[in-house]
């Protein structure tokens, strides 16, 4: 058995140290593949009972992974179009498996009266401008005015980049739940530095043993599994009123912080729950 592990020079080094730990603890040999230097030889392809995981979110890793990609090969996805093609990260999709999400709007369009007509139905200012792909909070922007919408709807769709707009959830807590298979192996609660309404990991332990409010958890797993996959980062918004509302789930993630922190073996985790994939994918073949 081997463990495939995809990363690029984006990829934070403490993620691959502990994938690689967690490997040498349980006898699996490692192989890193970096996405920028890989071959695509057709001999490359993997055995039956290997391991695949990429850690890497960019475009050339994505094609890698899908050229790896092969029956019998652990992953977490669960099922091949979602490994080839990937699905859409998106809010509508969490509606359509019945999760509560901010109200969000695509853009397309620099028509002025269109964004007066969204920011009716976001509930008036102020609200999010948010720009996918982007990791630790960039591309999550804070919006109080329509001069200021204005501005940069333009700027975003001179370059290509069509935002969403999306309600602002005032006074909510952010939480970040690490999926695997049917749970949660860990949530904490992300911290709000002065004079910026995004959030941050934290390094207090006490927001790692505290108890996520109540359906939080179902959530968080729901979210996992509306976008076919066994592992993901969830964040969610906690209101003062309870309501829980789902941001997004992200895959890959970056999972090292609660075991930095926390001390909670999340890479160990990863890592077995891939061998019994592997050894079920193996009997089956």
Sequence with gaps: M??????????????????????????????????AGFLFDPESELRPGDILYRSAITLAAMRVEQFLFSDGVATFYNDVS???????????????????????YPLASGDRELMRDHVRMLGGFPIVV??????????????????????????????GILPLL??????AVHWRAIVLGNRVIAAYRNTREDD????????????FIVE????????????????????GG?????????????LEANFP??????QTVAGIDVAGMMVEHLMAKSRVLTRAS
Excluded: M, W
């Design 196 to 207: 910026d309404f995004r959030t941050y990991a934290s390094d207090n332990t006490d927001d």
């Design 166 to 171: 999306c309600a602002f959830i005032d006074n």
């Design 130 to 159: 948010k720009i996918t792909g982007g990791s630790g909070g960039i591309g999550t922007i804070q919006v109080d005015t329509f001069g200021g919408l204005f501005s940069l709807v333009d700027f975003l769709l001179d370059r």
């Design 212 to 231: 996520p409010p109540g359906g939080l958890r179902r959530i968080a797993v729901s979210a996992v599994q509306a976008l076919r996959l066994e592992f």
């Design 82 to 104: 979602t490994a080839l093609g990937g699905v859409p990260n998106n809010p509508l999709l969490f509606q359509r498996a019945g999760l509560q999400v901010p109200r969000t």
């Design 2 to 35: 081997r463990f495939i592990y995809i990363s690029d020079a984006s990829v934070p080094p403490v993620t691959t140290s502990l994938l690689v730990e967690a490997c040498a603890a349980r006898d699996i040999e490692f192989v890193h593949v970096t996405a």
């Design 253 to 258: 993630c970056f999972f090292a912080h609660p």
């Design 234 to 246: 969830v964040d969610l918004l906690v209101h003062p009123s309870g309501r829980i509302y789902l």
